[in-house]
């Protein structure tokens, strides 16, 4: 499969950015589908997950400030994120997990915050 992420860029601090992940294939085959990001010298982090049957888990640090969705007919995965932080300055990977146990990612998108 193939992950194709847009919508990073740089945004001023309290804005907001939409993240997708559009996938080659049917996003059905997917058991969870997450956002996970990265700082230089950091691990990369879970941000957010969301399952096929709509259950999602966030990270702290973005409760309350981040919203992950998917269109299944859209083969698209979303990362809504509201009022950011210079600290949310990261490159931000989408993951597609398959029922199968296997792992896909998609290639990085930087998002860059401003003070």
């Known amino acids: 499969v193939q992950l194709q992420v847009f919508g990073g860029g740089l945004v001023q601090a309290g804005g907001s950015l939409r993240l997708s992940c559009g996938s080659s294939?049917?996003?059905?085959?997917?058991?969870?589908m997450g956002w996970y990001r990265q700082t230089p010298g950091k691990e990369r982090e879970l941000v957010a997950t969301?399952?096929?049957?709509?259950?999602?888990n966030y990270a702290d640090s973005v409760k309350g400030r981040v919203t992950i969705s998917r269109d299944n007919g859209k083969k698209t995965m979303y990362l809504q994120m509201n009022t950011l932080q210079p600290e949310d300055t990261a490159v931000y990977y989408c993951?597609?997990?398959?029922?199968?146990?296997?792992?896909?990612w998609g290639q990085g998108t930087k998002v860059t915050v401003s003070s």
């Open positions: 294939l049917s996003i059905l085959r997917f058991s969870t």
């Open positions: 969301i399952t096929s049957d709509g259950r999602t």
């Open positions: 993951n597609a997990v398959y029922f199968g146990g296997s792992t896909s």
